[in-house]
């Protein structure tokens, strides 16, 4: 299957950290994994290494062709604006502004093809992680409902923030969605981001 | 009374008991039907309330040193309490089968009915005794030996990891 992480803000800086990295990801079973950082595409032992950009002014969000860019809105108003953008970047949710995620915004996404990334390094918290499946719960239903594109990314900051397949596969499961809307969804938004792009 | 009136009144005395003959045996027997149908509906529905015993296979990538089996055992326990909690530890029977803390390889056994909440609460667990770890659920067997035998096919495959 195919799985990948597209959010990750590990360095790659030092190369033995580097490997460890990209090994675990590679044993983890990920073709593709997306990366604050870097600045240009690239391949090792099979696994795509595409470059991140994570933006919260709206004033900065430009979506482009050279990275994939995700918009974390800050306000309802930015997210409506941002959501309007064409399809080639991705509106961010986390733990900051999850409530923002309402069926508006669903809606202004689901007009614009613009696909929705949600990073879940908040469910590894005890104190935020009842309020924050919750609220993931009711923004992923009502996407797929509408036919957004889902991306689900950890948002690693450290090795020991990456989460295996099977445990995204369990959580889709907890909140009653089916895995597959989840498991193929990120190549969509790779190939209308890059088409040209071999995964 | 005429002849032929006799032989009517014969006729349908005896249509009417060969009639209601029949309709006692066709009562009986669709009773009799309509019971082992109730029985083996109700036996369904209750296998299928069963809970069943599953194994999931999983491996623990550390990131530190190795924890022990009985360390893993009691970090489980851990997890389960915050993620389900005593009450639905008391219903899953989760059991730490096996794990081998050379290979990082184990066998947890859960049951049919709390399948993807055990995996998630334990899917969180970063910490083990102060030791940094991954848990990485791999697959989900009905029998112990298909777990054990998945176990010597990912210890192969794995090998250079």
Known sequence: MLYADLLTYIPL??????????????????????????DRVSNIGGLSIIPRVVVSDI?????SRKVLVAFKPRSKEHARRAGKAKGVSTILFDRDNIDICDDEQIEVMRRSSTSLEVV????????SMPRFLNRM???????????????????????EEIWAPGSIRSLCGLISIDHWNIIYSWVEVIRRWNPGLKL | MEPWIEIIIIIATSTALAISIASMYIATRFHR?????????????LRSKKRKKRYLVFRIYRLDSNPSFEE?????????????????????????????STSGFGVLRIVSSYIERTIFSISRMRLCNNKKLLL?????????EKAYKKIQDYEK?????
């Open chain 1, 59 to 63: 004033d900065l969000f430009r979506p």
């Open chain 1, 13 to 38: 800086k030092e190369k033995e950290a580097s490997d460890r990295v990209l090994s675990l990801y590679i044993m983890l079973g990920y073709r593709a994994i997306g990366i604050v950082g870097i």
């Open chain 2, 72 to 100: 893993l055992d009691l970090c489980i326990r851990e997890a389960l309490k915050e993620g389900i909690g005593l009450l639905g530890m008391a219903e899953t029977g989760v059991k730490l089968i096996r794990y081998n």
């Open chain 2, 33 to 45: 039907l309509f019971r082992s149908f109730e029985a083996s509906f109700k036996s369904k529905t």
């Open chain 2, 136 to 144: 990485i659920p791999l697959v989900l067997t009905g029998t112990l």
């Open chain 2, 157 to 161: 495959k794995y090998s250079s990891f």
């Open chain 1, 120 to 127: 879940i390094s908040p469910l590894l918290d005890s104190n």
């Open chain 1, 137 to 159: 719960e009711k923004c992923i239903k009502r996407a797929i409902r509408e036919g957004v594109d889902v991306i689900i990314a950890s948002g690693a900051r450290e090795v």
